[in-house]
């Protein structure tokens, strides 16, 4: 499977952005799907995590309530919509697939894709 992270760019404190991951394989509809972020000078840290079916998602109590992971199985991709946003969600975040749910584990998902750089001003 190969990820590709995009929708990342500028936006101002209290705004909304939404992140897609497109994914390559028929496969993808049994891959669980999760989002994380790493800011600069920090551990890359969990965002969201999606079951295969869509049905389940967990957060990060940081982004519960603002951010929504949700996945399109037909289009092969993953999406992180972020409103509300914060400095402090500045980052650059990645996709990444997991053959079982592991939710938070990032030693455990299988394939990353590239990342990409959202920057939000305060």
């Known amino acids: 499977v190969q990820l590709q992270a995009s929708g990342g760019g500028l936006v101002q404190a209290g705004g909304s952005l939404r992140l897609s991951c497109a994914a390559s394989?028929?496969?993808?509809?049994?891959?669980?799907m999760g989002w994380f972020r790493q800011a600069p000078g920090k551990e890359r840290e969990f965002v969201a995590a999606?079951?295969?079916?869509?049905?389940?998602?967990y957060y990060a109590d940081s982004v519960k309530g603002r951010f929504t992971i949700s996945r399109d199985n037909a289009k092969n991709t993953v999406y992180l919509q972020m409103t509300s946003l914060k400095s402090e969600d500045t980052a650059v975040y990645y996709c990444?697939?997991?053959?079982?749910?592991?939710?938070?584990?990032?030693?455990?998902?299988?394939?990353w894709g590239q990342g990409t750089l959202v920057t939000v001003s305060s």
């Open positions: 990444a697939a997991a053959r079982i749910f592991v939710n938070n584990d990032q030693s455990r998902y299988d394939y």
């Open positions: 394989g028929r496969s993808f509809r049994s891959y669980a």
């Open positions: 999606i079951t295969w079916s869509g049905v389940n998602t």
